[in-house]
């Protein structure tokens, strides 16, 4: 809208000058000049101030991302390889890695760095939670850590594998399905039956 707004005043003022004598075109033209610069100097300002603040949103507020993969089915992902959820990650959520039992979240994989990956908060610390081909058949979640599993179990790398995960590597809580948008609904946060724990922690 702006840059509408700028052409508009400078090329009808440059060519109404057009049949004037030469020293009333220079001076057009240098008014005209003195608007470009004008405009140019407001974008430059505007342009720093928005790109930190989109910056910043997305690395503190939200973002949004595309899952990819099965380990998730049938909440994320139900159509296979034909389709991909995207959903709405809230980094603001997890700012105090305030998490609950059912949420799902996304976090950085605990085997690499690189990665970010999408699960379902099974237990929070000082649960007792019983393993699906973990190497110990029951597991108490110590201190600043929480237990996550993929809904899709035998498809899915989580702590069945490589244990609890520090509550350092959460990421962003995925609150909504986006697209494609005969899926958008909200995600709730719902423990699977068959994941009910041995023990909870004292609230």
């Known amino acids: 809208m702006d840059t509408g707004s700028a052409c508009g005043h400078d090329l009808p003022g440059l060519g109404g000058l057009c049949g004037q004598s030469g020293g009333s075109v220079n001076a057009g033209m240098a008014q005209s000049k003195g608007w470009v ?9 505007g342009f720093f101030v928005a790109v ?7 690395d503190r507020v939200a973002c949004v991302a595309r899952v990819e993969g099965a380990s998730m089915q049938p909440s994320l992902n139900p159509g296979g390889s034909q389709s991909s959820d995207v959903v709405l990650l809230n980094h603001w959520k997890v700012r105090n890695f305030e998490v609950q039992r059912g949420d799902i979240v996304s976090l950085v994989s605990p085997k690499n760095p690189e990665q970010k990956i999408i699960k379902r908060v099974i237990a929070l610390e000082g649960d007792i939670v019983k393993t699906m081909g ?5 597991v108490k979640v110590p201190r600043g850590h929480i237990w996550v599993e993929g809904d899709h179990h035998g498809h899915s790398f989580d702590s069945n594998s490589f244990g609890p995960v520090s509550l350092g590597l959460l990421h962003a809580h995925a609150t909504h399905i986006l697209w494609p948008p005969e899926r958008w609904q909200k995600l709730e946060s719902v423990l699977p039956p068959e994941r009910l724990l041995v023990q909870r922690e004292a609230e």
Request: proline share 5%; hydrophobic share 40%; glycine share 0%.
């Open 37 to 45: 610069r004008r405009y140019f100097k407001a974008f430059c300002k």
């Open 52 to 58: 930190p603040v989109a910056v910043t949103f997305l």
């Open 134 to 138: 973990h190497k110990n058949r029951y």
